[in-house]
């Protein structure tokens, strides 16, 4: 039948650093999850929803599939095979500049246990090494009958990211718009405002600071101007992290303010006045303090 839409759970699966965030935000054609080169950025749940006319494709980075199953035990793996439950394809991605590691022998084989068709997707072929490529080509990965294809892309420069998403629509099944065809992530705004700052501290600062950091936005309002005002807090568990993240003379926190403004416009698409704090809280990360305040949106952006 003419009219009838596709739509479908696209679940991301690869070890750490394979450009799995950028791989999304290439797909969705704007920002909206963090990455970084620090491994374990992405540390909660978030669906990306693409929708064209006739199709719809939520995107699900699921962290259960990506963790370091340090001993592959039979019950971590069925874990993390049950956290594939209901997805309708899954994106293998694996990088071009270096052989798989037993880290990605890891991710295959809940991959392949799951049983859900896949695509292995090559990723950084900016600095692509050609015999690697040739390797996965001729590997189980892509000999499994469950594999439906393979791309390889460059996330961070869009190459392929187009025609990656032509064949995800070829294979996605029919069914409904599970979402209003406006909404672009099931997170609330606080949520994606909360987790651009943080990735601001895990680009800018080293070693313990990112992973001691915390951050709750305490207001969240638009004003008459057409402005969209943001108050946060930086929780750091230390008063030495608290003066890292400050910085001589403030330069550090300006920087990560004005880097986190920008893109808080781009993804709003309003002027943007951040107002910055950073505050100590030891042990914020043992408390459930910190959760239930970014995780609890009793209310979103206040007009
Ligand atoms: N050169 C290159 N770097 C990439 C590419 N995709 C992602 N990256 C970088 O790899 C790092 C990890 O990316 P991220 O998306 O956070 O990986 P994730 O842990 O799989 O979500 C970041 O520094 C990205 O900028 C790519 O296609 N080429
Ligand atoms: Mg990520």
């Known amino acids: 039948m003419e009219n009838k839409t596709k739509s479908g759970f696209i679940a991301?699966?690869?070890?750490?650093?394979?450009?799995?965030?950028?791989?999304?935000?290439?797909?969705?054609?704007?920002?909206?999850?963090?990455?970084s080169n620090k491994p374990q950025t992405t540390r909660n749940k978030i669906n990306c929803i693409y929708t064209e006319d006739n199709y719809q494709m939520i995107f699900v980075d699921t962290p259960g599939i990506h963790k370091p199953l340090h001993k592959l035990g039979e019950y971590m793996v069925d874990i993390a095979v049950n956290s594939l439950n209901g997805v309708d394809i899954v994106l293998f991605v694996l990088e071009s500049t270096h052989m798989p590691t037993e880290e990605?022998?890891?991710?295959?084989?809940?991959?392949?246990?799951?049983?859900?068709?896949?695509?292995?997707?090559?990723?950084?072929?900016?600095?692509?090494?050609?015999?690697?490529?040739?390797?996965?080509?001729s590997s189980d990965y892509v000999k499994n009958e469950k594999c439906l294809g393979v791309i390889e892309t460059s996330?961070?420069?869009?190459?392929?990211?187009?025609?990656?998403?032509?064949?995800?629509k070829e294979i996605l099944p029919f069914g409904p718009m599970y979402y209003p065809e406006d909404t672009i992530t099931d997170r609330p705004s606080r949520f994606l405002i909360s987790e651009l700052i943080r990735e601001k501290i895990?680009?800018?600062?080293?070693?313990?600071?990112?992973h001691s950091s915390g951050v709750v936005i305490e207001d969240l309002k638009t004003r008459e101007n057409g402005m969209l005002y943001v108050r946060a807090y930086i929780y750091m568990e230390r008063e030495s992290q608290?003066?890292?993240?400050?910085?001589?003379?403030?330069?550090?926190?300006?920087?990560?303010g004005q880097l986190a403004r920008k893109d808080i416009e781009d993804l709003f698409e309003m002027p943007v006045f951040l107002d910055l704090h950073v505050k100590v809280k030891k042990n914020w990360r043992e408390s459930d303090f910190l959760i239930r305040n970014t995780m609890e949106f009793k209310n979103d952006i206040k007009k």
């Not at 997707?121 to 692509?128: H, L, P």
């Not at 608290?242 to 990560?256: A, D, F, P, R």
């Open 104 to 137: 990605d022998e890891r991710v295959y084989t809940i991959v392949r246990k799951s049983k859900i068709p896949y695509l292995c997707v090559i990723n950084k072929t900016d600095r692509k090494k050609e015999e690697v490529i040739n390797h996965i080509k």
């Open 155 to 168: 996330a961070i420069n869009g190459e392929n990211t187009e025609e990656l998403k032509n064949k995800i």
């Open 242 to 256: 608290k003066g890292i993240i400050i910085g001589k003379n403030g330069q550090m926190i300006k920087e990560i």
């Open 202 to 210: 895990f680009n800018l600062t080293s070693q313990e600071v990112p």
């Open 12 to 35: 991301m699966a690869g070890k750490p650093n394979v450009g799995k965030s950028t791989l999304i935000n290439s797909l969705m054609g704007q920002k909206i999850v963090i990455t």
